[in-house]
């Protein structure tokens, strides 16, 4: 039996059309770690989410995340978006910890196809935090052991106050250099 080139190349298009095919056809996917109550930092303080685009390369597709923080709906858009050491877009999020619970999603916006959703993600935190501000009311009739327990709950919330100021300014500082790139 005499083979000749094109029937060969012809046979190899064949069993390898399927595989080539595949590969221009699969769906964008969106593939996120979902976060545990653990990884949270402090209510209020900075926490990054992360979603990767599968079966693409491109890093130019718009992807936003929807995230309900203790009720509050948002959309977040990603502060970074990199390809990764295994070629895969990945977006990075920036956005506050929430002081009871947090639910989010991503949504991407491919151009030449329709939008892809993520599952949702929700996590709530099961001891909630106390946020009231410091104050040495009720502190002068104290002694001993007492007047010791609250000083050490007033300092613990000075030290979330500090926390909240820092990332204030820093949320400040985010928006101020975003309004001058804006500027004409």
Do not use: H, W
Request: proline share 5%; with cysteine; charged share 25%.
């Amino acid at each position: 039996m005499k083979f000749n080139k094109t029937k060969i190349i012809l046979f190899a298009l064949f069993m390898l059309l399927p595989f080539l095919a595949l590969s221009d056809s699969r769906k964008i996917e969106i593939r996120s770690t979902p976060i545990s109550e653990d990884e949270m930092p402090e209510p209020r303080r900075s926490m990054t989410l992360v979603a990767e685009l599968l079966n693409t390369k491109d890093t130019s597709i718009v992807l936003k995340a929807l995230v309900t923080i203790d009720g509050t709906l948002m959309t977040a858009l990603p502060g970074k978006i990199i390809l990764n050491e295994r070629d895969i877009p990945e977006y990075t999020f920036t956005i506050n910890a929430p002081v009871n619970d947090i639910s989010y999603q991503f949504i991407a916006f491919p151009e030449d196809a329709p939008s892809v959703v993520s599952k949702r993600f929700t996590v709530t935190r099961s001891c909630v935090t106390d946020l009231s501000f410091a104050s040495s009311k009720g502190q002068e009739d104290l002694e001993g052991e007492d007047l010791l327990a609250a000083l050490i709950d007033q300092a613990s919330k000075l030290d979330n106050e500090a926390n909240l100021y820092a990332e204030s300014t820093k949320i400040a500082k985010r928006i101020k250099t975003v309004l001058k790139e804006i500027e004409p």
